[in-house]
């Protein structure tokens, strides 16, 4: 199994990216794929997933109306579309691969010890 993200980068506040994650050897079907960030100095944190055998996708609360979640089926590719950057999410992003139960309407939100495969991280600052 193989995940990699790009798409980090340097983005003013206010800006917009778009963050992808390329896997390998898992499908859509079978499992949840789920972004991560971690800040300097602060826990890993779910910032948004999607489980298509469920139909659901999930967004903290501190990015919704702001992320949106994405894929591209045909192309093993999962995305995340970010908009209206603040300071405070400035962080290495990650994406995930977990049991589809994991995004889920049956759970709280996304934790990292319930996922399995992971990638190795895009770099996101937002900064003027």
């Known amino acids: 199994v193989h995940l990699v993200e790009s798409g980090g980068g340097l983005v003013q506040p206010g800006g917009s990216l778009r963050l992808s994650c390329a896997f390998s050897g898992i499908t859509f079907d079978d499992y949840a794929i789920a972004w991560f960030r971690q800040a300097p100095g602060k826990e890993r944190e779910a910032v948004s997933c999607l489980s298509k055998s469920y139909g659901s996708t999930y967004y903290a609360d501190s990015v919704k109306g702001r992320f949106t979640i994405s894929s591209n089926t045909d192309r093993n590719t999962l995305y995340l579309q970010m908009s209206s950057l603040k300071p405070e999410d400035t962080a290495v992003y990650y994406c995930?691969?977990?049991?589809?139960?994991?995004?889920?309407?049956?759970?709280?939100?996304?934790?990292?010890?319930?996922?399995?495969?992971w990638g190795q991280g895009t770099q996101v600052t937002v900064s003027s």
């Open positions: 995930a691969a977990g049991g589809t139960y994991y995004c889920s309407p049956y759970t709280d939100s996304p934790h990292p010890r319930n996922y399995d495969f």
